[in-house]
């Protein structure tokens, strides 16, 4: 048994990761991927059992697994963000939270018959739009700063909101002694309110503190803050049934602003741990479903459940955002995307079939529905939102966009061409006069420090796929690659410097002490064959970046051919608009590529030095 529980955890995981990369390399929602999986390893083939082969494990397993998945949530929450859209956020965690709770009962009740209980519960758990759908959907849509901040403030805050109302609900029916329905609900949410903000912000500013003082030494952070979420989700939900989520997810807010020097090492350790969670809970919460449950459901709740994805989610939204600044696209955009998850998922399987014991009428068909809304959300938003958000302009319309950090004549020369390839292109600096000429050629430039907060804040990178540093510092360029690799990629992160093969005026090669380790630096751009001095001069004297068409009968190497001796390839662009630099992958088919920008000698200049040259040699 003891082998047989191993195996079944061990296959959970792989399939899960697996998954998550299969998701990643499609462009397709890999939420939808572990679905099916998890039909695949429970009903279908029977391999995978939860209530069976975890049994009383399972809900508080799940239950912990969401209460992370929430604190890793709540740490992509910035003060900024609540800042800049406060009136928007307020609505969408209040009013709409409202109108989607007592749009979703009342139809539940009426339309589908089911039990008072049994519909405010289910009216509670359509609230919720979970991170762990919105935060990969965000990822995957490349969408701009503001409707990304809504999506995900409303997701992770609404979560436990949601949650808590089921067991406020729950507990008022099946545990309650004379108390009002209303005074139930409302005593209870004040009471879970209360307990997880003296818990979360004081653990957090606890736990802030002690970071600063260097009372906690660097390899344990990471293990204390994932036992602190632990210690929070346990302490609430002693005082309050399921208020350790809410807890959790204001502890992640508390940490996320307190601007610690490891956040970025914390929060991507988190985001490990949670892409896990995520992919294992998923897989289970799925293979536990029998499908005859979803052959319970009439033509009245598929209806309800049309309603709901249809009719009562853009009415909410269109009403909580009257009278905001918000734009008629974002709020089109908000209207659609809102994905269940887990959270929907793990509390209606624990409480309807509680219910259901207990003899309410339609408790039954609970978790059908919930699951059913859960299937139908993320496969249609799943799948929609990047198409939506580019008709509405509120996401890149092209495959990759470029940051160039470090600007100079060359670098702008670059930024240029590319631009004129349609490839988004930004410069930034911290010299204001440098930034002149890409001004001056309308190309988007950022004055500022990209590595501080500020910068951070108010920069939009939605479209930003790949970062070259091209500052006259090698150290710098380094440190700005190593500091956005872990968002762009390591292979999408570039870096001028450091040339391969550097040899000083005595001809030694050298000393490789004086270079940074491969595992901090970026790629090395253009190969290293060309360092920044050797391109600010050569870019003095007329060299410059050249565009050619490719086709099947003339390719890179014809370019090479045809071009001045010395010319070098810089980049390349396939049809979808995705940019290649030099040197690309080995893998990469050059026969795909549609454009090559190389940098090219002048020409004028060559003409004039072999005149020279000959009448040197006439005389």
Known sequence: MHHHLAEIIASILIVGIALQWIGWRLKIPALILLIIAGFIMGPLTGWLKPSEDFGDLLQPLISLSVAVILFEGGLNLRWHELKANTHVIYRLVTWNVVLTFLFGSLAAHYLVGLSWTVALMFGAIIIVTGPT???????????????????????????????????????????????TLATGILGGLAISLVVSVALGVGIGLFIARAFRQGSVPEYLKSPLILIAVVLVYTIAN???????LLATTILGITLANQNLSTLHELKRFKEYVTILLVSSTFIVLTADIQPEILQRLGWQSWVLLALVIFVFRPLAIYISTIGTDISKQERLLIMWIAPRGIVA???AGLFGSQLAQKGYEGAELLLPLVFALIILTVTMHG??????????????AHADGIL????????????????KNDVPVMLIDTRWKHLKAARMQNIPTHYGEILSETTEEVLELSNITKLVAVTPNEAYNTLICSRFAPELGHHNVYEMGWKNIVREGDGKEKDSRKVPSQSIRG????DGQISYE?????????????STPLTEKYGIDNVLEDKPEGTMLIAALDEAGHVQLYPWDKDLDADDFSVVISYVPDKKGEEVESKKTKKVSKS
Do not use: C
């Not at 790629?523 to 253009?526: A, Q, T």
């Open 523 to 526: 790629d090395s751009l253009f």
């Open 238 to 244: 002693r005082v309050q049934s399921e208020a350790g």
């Open 404 to 419: 160039i950090v470090g600007a100079s004549l060359w670098s702008t020369g670059l930024a240029a061409e590319l631009q």
């Open 534 to 546: 050797e391109f600010r001069d050569s870019f003095a004297h007329g060299w410059q970046f050249e």
């Open 383 to 396: 799948l929609s939102i990047g198409w939506i958000a580019r008709k509405l302009n509120l996401a890149s």
């Open 133 to 179: 759908v919105i935060m990969p959907l965000l990822k995957q849509a490349n969408l701009r700063k503001k409707p990304a901040a809504l999506l995900r403030w409303e997701g992770i805050v609404n979560d436990p909101i949601g949650a808590l109302l089921v067991v406020l609900i729950y507990g008022y029916y099946v545990q309650s002694e004379g108390d």
């Open 345 to 347: 998922a793990a509390v």
